[in-house]
């Protein structure tokens, strides 16, 4: 997927350097803009004593442009990004060159950092008077470990706000047109995690199975575990008919599609080589699919027909 304007730099790289300007409030001018940006590039160093601060802030499920514009002034004006494994490519190119990068993610069988670790750094550099962004892949509410951060923010007293970030499930649902609810199968949608704080305990498949037949179920971190979540469903009376998709790399220019059925969707993966990270989504919703066009999304906009 190509977003490179014919100057050879993507098209929204060159918008949000506009940002400061088109979003001061009130309509300010562009003078009054500049000085706000002057003022944020002209913090207190870390030698001032004055506190820092964290922005939480979520990077969407790939996609650089489905980053709200939030989250990118945020990135053009933090000291330091403390970034996940599930953190694009193409969102990391709009951090600046000047902005340093520390990456802090943590993937199943493979941690460059504890949690522990990575609440104890967000502390240590807010309380050196750096402004930090913190980039969770997805939304910093769903699966994200959040709650344990901002804990230990508030319990040393450094200032945090969270934004948020379309959701791995809603970008998934728009990128293979696969619905999340439709009235006629679906009316309520789950989010659940195959990965518990306990390692050793399961999803309640007794009450995911109780809910299918008019429920859509989207399970993070469920791709290892496939070939268990299906047999436990089954074993619960699912029909083994039931529709299943697998998504992998939702969003990104990679992203793969896998269509089976409850008795069928294990093998069909098993005989393929994804890695993740992926999405499984279980209900009637995935007859439903629609026929989207994924070219039109990989078009890009001319910067001069947008407009803030």
């Known amino acids: 997927m190509s977003f490179l304007s014919p100057l050879g730099m993507p098209w929204y790289a060159r918008l949000f350097a506009r940002l400061p300007a088109a979003l001061s409030p009130g309509g300010r001018s562009s003078s009054t ?3 706000r940006l002057g003022g944020l590039l002209s913090r207190p160093s870390a030698s001032s004593g004055t506190p820092g601060k964290v922005y939480i802030v979520g990077a969407g499920p790939g996609d650089a442009e489905l980053l709200t514009v939030k989250a990118v002034r945020l990135l053009q004006s933090a000291d330091v990004v403390l970034f996940d494994w599930l953190v694009d490519k193409s969102v990391l190119a709009l951090i600046p060159r000047h902005v340093k990068q520390e990456f802090v993610g943590k993937r199943c069988g493979r941690h460059s950092a504890t949690q522990n670790e990575i609440c104890q750094r967000l502390v240590a550099l807010a309380s050196a008077g750096k402004t930090i962004v913190r980039l969770k892949g997805g939304d910093p509410a769903v699966f994200a470990r959040t709650c344990e951060e901002t804990t230990a923010l508030y319990r040393a007293n450094i200032p945090f706000a969270i934004v948020p970030g379309i959701t791995a499930a809603s970008g998934a649902s728009a990128y293979t047109g696969i619905p ?4 006629r199968c679906a009316q309520s949608v789950r989010l659940m995690t195959a990965h518990l704080q ?26 290892k575990r496939l070939p268990i ?4 469903l089954q074993a619960q009376g699912v029909a083994t008919g039931l ?6 790399n939702a969003c990104c220019h990679n992203q793969q599609v896998i269509i089976g059925t409850l008795a069928t969707i294990a093998d069909l993966v098993a005989a393929r080589t994804l890695k993740g990270p992926a999405l499984l989504m279980f209900g009637e919703v995935v007859n439903y699919r629609q026929h989207v066009t994924p070219a039109l999304l990989e078009a ?5 027909t947008l407009s803030l």
């Open 33 to 35: 803009a500049s000085s």
């Open 180 to 183: 999340l609810t439709d009235r």
């Open 198 to 223: 306990d390692p050793d305990a399961s999803p309640d498949y007794r009450a995911m199975a109780n809910n299918l037949a008019s429920e859509t179920v989207v399970m993070y971190m469920g791709l």
């Open 229 to 232: 979540i299906t047999q436990q």
């Open 243 to 248: 529709p299943v998709a697998v998504i992998e």
């Open 300 to 304: 890009a906009q001319p910067l001069a």
